[in-house]
């Protein structure tokens, strides 16, 4: 099915990602059609939501009606980030919603990102996006430890399996993995202190793990330079981090992997995240709903 303009809404739209119930993900808000608004009305709007992202949508320069390709700017309540995949998600699963399921393609600051969305008919509908082409790098040492000092944490709460990196899909995220399962659930950290960190390393937030079986991982996201404690979900992290195991040799060039976030917030979210063999690109996945204003 093609896209029609009449099909795009002006309004703000609020979906929560990585999720099939209105209570748990991560809720973004999603304009259809922001070709009205410039960048301060933007990001007065994200401000004005609260969400941790809010999508706006706008047709490409060179798109023409029935194209199923939209420019996509993604602003925190604070600035505009490069890319944002539960936004990616909800805006997705938001058009498939009003134009019929399918492939689009975003057009985003970090580069083009296609999105598949299906309805299997028995419960939310699913998108499925492609990262840009990721990157993994070693980590100042000295980042390292000052990271942890504004966790609060010390450097045998670190897994020696998986070593500090910096991994990138479409934004940059600073990779550390607990020991156990309990650090990972203690997060109380510095907020001023962790935000001049990332803004100085231009880090959009922390991925925090925990390896609980070969495919299976627990994960949480600092985000204080969005003006964010935390995110619930977390989809370019997502991204980053499977382009981190594979670096690693953690996982294989071929893998499937569970990523659940959110549960510790009391939003419980499960991010799916595929490598495919010969493809750098990595796959994330999951389902998106509808929610209310409060």
Do not use: I
């Not at 070709?35 to 023409?64: I, K, N, Q, W």
């Not at 083009?112 to 028995?122: I, K, L, N, R, Y």
């Not at 650090?183 to 231009?202: I, K, P, Q, S, T």
């Not at 010969?278 to 709903?289: C, K």
């Amino acid at each position: 099915m093609t896209v029609t303009e009449d099909a795009l809404t002006t309004d703000v739209l609020r979906y929560t990602a990585f999720t099939d119930d209105p209570a748990g993900g991560n809720p973004a808000g999603v304009v259809l059609d922001a070709s009205g608004l410039d960048d301060a009305a933007m990001l007065a709007v994200a401000a004005r939501l609260g969400y941790s992202e809010t999508a706006f949508l706008t047709r490409p320069a060179e798109g023409g009606a029935g194209r199923r390709d939209f420019a996509v700017r993604y602003f925190s309540p604070k600035a505009e980030v490069s890319f944002c995949g539960h936004a990616t998600v909800a805006a997705a699963v938001a058009l498939a919603e009003r134009v019929g399921t399918g492939d689009f393609v975003f057009h985003t600051q970090a580069g083009p990102v296609p999105v598949s969305v299906a309805d299997d008919g028995f419960g939310a509908p699913h998108a499925t996006l492609t990262s840009v082409e990721p990157s993994v790098e070693h980590a100042d040492e000295a980042d390292v430890a000052e990271a942890l000092a504004a966790l609060r944490w010390e450097r045998g709460d670190l897994a020696a399996a998986l070593p500090p990196r910096v991994a990138y899909a479409g934004a940059r995220h600073l990779v550390l993995a607990a020991a156990s399962r309990g650090r990972l659930a203690e997060l109380d950290y510095d907020f001023e202190r962790l935000a001049a960190l990332m803004r100085r390393l231009g880090l959009t937030t922390l991925q925090l793990v925990w390896r609980e079986s070969a495919s299976v991982f627990h994960v949480r996201d600092p985000f204080p330079v969005g003006g964010v404690v935390e995110d619930p979900a977390t989809g370019a992290a997502a991204a980053a981090f499977g382009a981190y195991l594979r670096a690693l040799g953690a996982v294989g060039e071929q893998a499937r992997l569970t990523l659940h976030q959110g549960g510790d917030l009391g939003r419980p979210s499960r991010l799916t995240v595929e490598l495919r063999a010969g493809d750098p690109r990595v796959r994330v996945s999951g389902a998106a709903v509808p929610v209310t204003a409060a």
